[in-house]
């Protein structure tokens, strides 16, 4: 039997980017044979036509009513991964950050049973690609440190959304994903639950449309945030995970 993929993509007014990222990564999972894989793009809620473009490119598209935001965006896919019976779901920004021509890379560690979860690294692939501003990679640095601190997992990335993970975390992500600027919290989660990680080195590009949703100006107030949320997520029962 064919291993199942769903490429996820949360997508809030990217009309400028979500047609060629979709079809570069249909191009990329032509790749991945013998597996099965297919593209679903969650329209969050856009005000224009993310959704009409990412169709036209191939996609398959859910429309929420409403903006969710990036957690619960990315909730849905694994929502209808694990409905669907898919066995690895990979998470692709659809602003165009994220190079498709690594997906293969983070499926390896998977389908080789080496890991439950593998995420995109910029850092490990020398200087090359986009790295964000100065304050953001001091943030990066800071979560990574908490995170070691706390779950003994050396991560070069946290806030990497580039990501794969297999059924068993489809399992967990479908029930409980964190909301607002999830990826540090889930890897805190899956670390909680004693799922194995690892870093894949990839190559981030600038995007391509949209702006991000941290501005400088909120930078604090965000490192602040998801330091509180690290913590919490450190204190939670682990049953609560599994209920």
Same mark, same amino acid.
């Given at each position: ?57 191939? @996609?398959? !598209?859910? #429309? *929420?009513?409403?903006? =969710?935001?990036? $957690?619960? /965006? ?26 498709? @021509?690594? !997906?293969? #890379? *983070?499926?390896?560690? =998977?389908?080789? $049973?080496? /890991? ?128």
């Amino acid at each position: 039997m064919k291993t199942r993929v769903l490429v996820i993509v949360p997508a809030f007014n990217e009309s400028g980017a979500i047609g060629n990222t979709v079809r570069q990564v249909l191009a990329s999972l032509a790749s991945l044979a013998p597996v099965e894989a297919h593209v679903l793009v969650v329209d969050d809620g856009s005000c224009d036509d993310t959704a009409l473009r990412a169709a036209g490119a191939g @996609a398959m !598209v859910v #429309r *929420l009513p409403f903006n =969710l935001g990036i $957690g619960g /965006a990315v909730q849905t896919g694994y929502r209808y991964a694990r409905a669907h019976g898919y066995d690895i779901a990979i998470q692709v920004d659809g602003d165009g950050q994220h190079d498709p @021509a690594y !997906v293969g #890379r *983070l499926c390896l560690p =998977l389908l080789e $049973g080496r /890991a439950d979860m593998a995420i995109g690294s910029r850092f490990l692939a020398g200087k090359e690609g986009f790295r964000s501003s100065m304050l953001r990679r001091m943030g990066i640095r800071f979560f990574g440190f908490l995170i070691r601190l706390l779950t003994g997992f050396t991560i070069t990335d946290p806030t990497s959304g580039f990501r794969a993970c297999n059924r068993r975390l489809i399992e967990v992500f479908a029930d409980h994903y964190p909301c607002d600027y999830p990826e540090p919290e889930a890897v805190v989660v899956a670390r909680r639950l004693g799922h194995v990680l690892v870093e894949v080195p990839v190559i981030m590009r600038a995007r391509s449309s949209g702006t991000s949703s941290i501005s400088a100006l909120r930078s604090v107030q965000y490192m602040v945030k998801v330091s509180g949320a690290i913590l919490l997520h450190t204190l939670k029962d682990r049953k609560v995970y599994r209920s």
